[in-house]
C-alpha cells in the first residue's frame, strides 16, 4: 500500500519565487491536512479539507500561503511570493475521516529552504 | 499555546530499559494520540486512547491517561536502539476541531 506521497522532498529557492509543494493522500481517505513543522514553532496545522473542501484554514500565516485540493487524490500548498521565514519542513498527512478518532498518516515531508 | 505539553523534551537511556514520556493538555479532548518521528522521516502513528480509556497496551507500549489531571504518559519496555526518535502527543478535542501536536520528547536509545 502506497502512504501519502509528497514531492518535491527538498526545494531550495530564492526569496520571492512561488513554490508549489504536492501531496497525493493515501487512496480512499476523505481528509488531508497540511503542517509545517519547524524548531521554534513545533509542527503547526495549516489547513486541512474533508472531501475535498477546506475547512479550517485558521492556521494559514497569509495570504502569500494559499492550498487548493481539485480531486480526492491530489493537493498542492502554493507559497507566493517566498520569504525566509517560510523555511520549515512541510508534511501532508490524510485519514479517512477527521475528527473521529482516526490516526493520520503523514508523508516524509517537504523540506523548503528559502534564501 | 499548545495543548498538549510533552515531559521531558530530551531523554536519554540504555537499550533494554524503559522509557517513560509524558504529556499535559489544557483542555478537554475526544482522545489523544502518540506518533513517533524518525529523523527526516514522516509523523507515524503508534496508538490512541480515548477518553473513557486508561490504558491501552500494543506490543511493548503502554499508554495510560489521566482526565482528571489532564495527562497521559507513554512507556516504552525493553527499549531498543531502533526506538531512538521523537515522540509526540495529539490532542483531538470538539472545540478546536483538529489534532493539536506538542512539542515532543526526543528519545535516544544507546547501545
Known amino acids: 500500500d502506497a502512504g501519502v506521497i509528497q514531492s518535491p522532498r527538498h526545494e531550495v529557492t530564492e526569496m520571492g519565487q512561488e513554490v508549489t509543494l504536492r501531496c497525493k493522500p493515501i487512496?480512499?481517505?476523505?481528509?488531508l491536512f497540511w503542517y509545517r513543522q519547524t524548531m521554534m514553532r513545533g509542527l503547526e496545522l495549516l489547513i486541512y479539507?474533508?472531501?475535498?473542501?477546506?475547512?479550517?484554514d485558521s492556521g494559514m500565516p497569509e495570504d502569500r500561503f494559499s492550498a487548493k485540493m481539485p480531486n480526492a487524490s491530489f493537493s498542492t500548498l502554493k507559497i507566493q511570493p517566498s520569504e525566509p521565514r517560510d523555511s520549515a519542513v512541510y508534511f501532508c498527512?490524510?485519514?479517512?475521516?477527521?475528527?473521529?478518532?482516526?490516526?493520520?498518516?503523514f508523508g516524509d515531508g517537504t523540506r523548503l529552504s528559502i534564501l | 499555546s499548545q495543548q498538549g505539553e510533552e515531559d521531558p523534551q530530551a531523554l536519554s537511556i540504555q537499550e533494554g530499559e524503559n522509557a517513560t514520556m509524558n504529556c499535559s493538555y489544557k483542555?478537554?479532548?475526544?482522545?489523544l494520540q502518540w506518533y513517533r518521528q524518525n529523523s527526516g522521516r514522516g509523523l507515524v502513528h503508534l496508538i490512541l486512547?480515548?477518553?473513557?480509556?486508561r490504558e491501552k497496551h500494543s506490543g511493548r507500549l503502554r499508554v495510560t491517561l489521566d482526565t482528571s489531571k489532564k495527562s497521559s504518559s507513554l512507556l516504552i519496555t525493553a527499549s531498543r536502539a531502533a526506538d531512538t526518535a521523537s515522540y509526540f502527543c495529539?490532542?483531538?478535542?470538539?472545540?478546536?476541531?483538529?489534532?493539536?501536536f506538542g512539542q515532543g520528547t526526543r528519545l535516544t536509545i544507546n547501545p
Open positions: 486512547i480515548r477518553s473513557n480509556e
Open positions: 479539507f474533508n472531501n475535498n473542501v477546506p475547512i479550517d
Open positions: 487512496s480512499g481517505h476523505n481528509s
Open positions: 483542555t478537554s479532548i475526544n482522545n
Open positions: 495529539a490532542t483531538d478535542t470538539s472545540s478546536l476541531q483538529k489534532l493539536v
Open positions: 498527512a490524510s485519514s479517512l475521516m477527521a475528527l473521529l478518532g482516526q490516526p493520520q498518516h
